[in-house]
C-alpha cells in the first residue's frame, strides 16, 4: 500500500509515545511505503487534493527495560515532491487538536479525495462533525451528568447540585484548561470568566467522578470495535490523569460494561466515517470520543506486548 499521513511536524513527534509513530513503523515493517505532509502542505489544483509529499524512514523503536527507546535519528525524509493525494492507498489525518480554521480548512481539501480510489482517516466530514468533548454527549444512557454552557449563573447552579464538578474547554486535550470546581471556590467567577471568554464560548461541565482517582481508561476503537486499553492513573498532586501532565500508565482488561459502551457507539462512529478513535472512560462513563489524533497505541503495546499498529495496517490492507 501506498499511505500519506497527515501530521504535525514530525521533528515534534515523540517516537515512544505518538501513536502516529507507531502506525508509520508497522506499515513500513510490513512492507509498505509512507509520506508524511502537514496541513499547510495540502492544495487543490484542477479539483484535486494534492499534498507535498515527503517518504518518510524510520528507525524502529527497542524497549529497553519495558520502555521505548528510539536513537536520536529515528526519522529520515526526502525531499517534498507535490503529487496527488488520490494515488495514495489510504491517506491518515493524525494532526493534533485544536481544530482550528488551519484544520478545517485541511479537512475540505480532503473532502475532494475520491472515496473509491483512498481511504481517508477518519473521514474529513467525520472530523468536522464530530466534537471531541461534544460528541458523546449524543450517547446520553453511557455518560456523567454533563452540561454545555457559557452562562456563569448556569454553570453555578450545576456545580451547586453537583457538589463538585470538572469544567472542560471544548476544543482542548491532554489536560489543557480542565479546572476541577466545587461551590464556594473563591476563584470560581474568574475561572468560569477566563475559560468561557467572558462568557462568549460555551464549555462542558461534568459532574466529578471520584472513580477518576483510580484512572482514566484509554480505549482503542477500530471501526467501533475495542482492540486494547490503558489506564491512566492521577498522580494525586493532579486531579488530571493524562500521560501529557504526568498520569502514570498501567495495564487494564476492557470490562463487559466498557463493551457494551463500544456496542453503543459502533453504528454511529461507522456512521461518520471515525474508523480509529480513543475513548476515555472514567468509572464506567464514556467521557470523550478522540477521533483526532488518538494516542495510546505505544502504551498498550509495551504493557500487554502486543502490536496494534500492526493490527490496524492489517485491517486497512483488509479493507481497501
Ligand atoms: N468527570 C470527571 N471527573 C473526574 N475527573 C475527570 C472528569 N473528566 C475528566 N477528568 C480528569 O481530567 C482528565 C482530562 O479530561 P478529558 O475529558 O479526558 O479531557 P482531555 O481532552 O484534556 O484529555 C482526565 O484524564 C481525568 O483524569
Ligand atoms: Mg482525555
Redesign the pocket.
Known amino acids: 500500500m501506498k499511505l500519506a499521513f497527515i501530521l504535525d511536524p514530525i521533528s515534534k513527534l515523540d517516537p515512544g509515545h505518538d501513536t502516529s509513530v507507531a502506525l508509520i513503523e508497522a506499515a513500513q515493517l510490513m512492507g509498505h511505503q509512507v509520506w508524511i505532509t502537514q496541513a499547510n502542505q495540502l492544495t487543490i489544483l484542477a479539483g484535486k487534493a494534492c499534498a507535498h509529499l515527503q517518504s518518510v524512514t524510520l528507525k524502529p523503536v527497542r524497549l529497553v527495560d519495558g520502555l521505548w527507546q528510539a536513537e536520536s535519528n529515528w526519522y529520515e525524509v526526502q525531499n517534498s515532491t507535490l503529487m496527488a493525494l488520490e494515488d495514495m492507498d489510504a491517506v491518515w489525518m493524525r494532526i493534533d487538536p485544536p481544530v482550528n480554521t488551519p484544520y478545517l480548512y485541511a479537512t475540505y481539501i480532503l473532502d475532494l479525495i475520491d472515496p473509491e480510489k483512498t481511504l481517508v482517516i477518519n473521514s474529513p466530514s467525520g472530523l468536522r462533525n464530530a466534537n471531541?468533548k461534544v460528541y458523546a454527549l449524543q450517547f446520553t444512557s453511557v455518560i456523567?451528568t454533563t452540561i454545555v454552557s457559557q452562562d456563569k449563573g448556569v454553570i453555578e447552579k450545576f456545580v451547586a447540585d453537583q457538589g463538585a464538578a470538572?469544567l472542560?474547554p471544548l476544543g482542548?486535550?491532554?489536560?489543557?484548561g480542565?479546572l476541577f470546581l466545587k461551590p464556594g471556590d473563591r476563584n470560581f467567577n474568574s475561572l468560569v470568566e477566563i475559560s468561557t471568554k467572558q462568557g462568549q464560548e460555551p464549555v462542558m461541565v461534568?459532574?466529578?467522578?471520584p472513580a477518576?482517582k483510580d484512572g482514566?481508561k484509554r480505549i482503542i476503537l477500530l471501526e467501533g470495535k475495542p482492540i486494547g486499553a490503558v489506564n491512566?492513573i492521577?498522580t494525586g498532586k493532579d486531579?488530571?490523569?493524562?500521560m501529557a501532565v504526568g498520569?502514570r500508565v498501567a495495564q487494564v482488561d476492557i470490562t463487559e460494561k466498557e463493551k457494551e459502551i463500544c456496542q453503543t457507539l459502533a453504528p454511529k462512529l461507522q456512521e461518520d466515517g471515525l474508523f480509529f478513535v480513543g475513548i476515555?472512560i472514567?468509572g464506567g462513563y464514556l467521557?470523550?470520543v478522540n477521533v483526532t489524533s488518538p494516542t495510546g497505541i505505544r502504551e498498550i503495546d509495551r504493557l500487554n506486548n502486543v502490536s496494534l499498529g500492526k493490527e490496524v495496517i492489517e485491517w486497512l490492507a483488509a479493507k481497501i
Request: aromatic letters at 8%; glycine letters at 14%; hydrophobic letters at 25%.
Open positions: 471531541e456523567p470538572v472542560k482542548g486535550k491532554a489536560g489543557e480542565i461534568q459532574e466529578y467522578l477518576a482514566d491512566r492521577p486531579f488530571r490523569g493524562n498520569g476515555d472514567i467521557t470523550e
